[in-house]
Nanobody, 130 residues
Framework: QVQLVESGGGTMQPGGSLRLSCTASGATLYEYAIAWFRQAPGEERHWVSCISPTNGPPFHTDSVLGRFTISRDNAKNTVYLEMDSLKPEDTGVYYC???????????????????????WGKGTLVTVSS
């Protein structure tokens, strides 16, 4: 059983930065496609960033492109989401999710569209407000 735990959320002023962490037990995250989803108040959950299995590329939605960076620290079995130049519309609960059946070479965003995610964390709240 894969268990994902997010951390690093909090309150930040617009223009600030936060780094979210996703750690796992019962799994080696390096092997999986990992995505960060955001659920804003009163809205559905949407993916914002993902990283493909093993050494595959990362992808970001247009709303965060150039401001968010997703990365892996394999030694720590952790995936990070570095969020810079934060905006009020970045406010929401951020969830880490894993796709454990994606093959090497698969682009993560395509899997999100066609397969969905297999495991989810409980989320961490990010509030961007002055």
């Amino acid at each position: 059983q894969v268990q994902l735990v997010e951390s690093g959320g909090g309150t930040m002023q617009p223009g600030g930065s936060l780094r979210l962490s996703c750690t796992a037990s019962g799994a080696t995250l390096y092997e999986y496609a990992i995505a960060w989803f955001r659920q804003a108040p009163g809205e559905e959950r949407h993916w914002v960033s993902c990283i493909s299995p093993t050494n595959g590329p990362p992808f970001h939605t247009d709303s965060v492109l150039g401001r968010f960076t997703i990365s892996r620290d394999n030694a720590k079995n952790t995936v990070y989401l570095e969020m810079d130049s934060l905006k009020p519309e970045d406010t929401g609960v951020y969830y880490c999710a894993a796709d454990v059946t994606a093959d090497r070479g698969t682009h993560c965003w395509k899997r999100i569209m066609t397969h969905g995610m297999d495991y989810w964390g409980k989320g961490t709240l990010v509030t961007v407000s002055s």
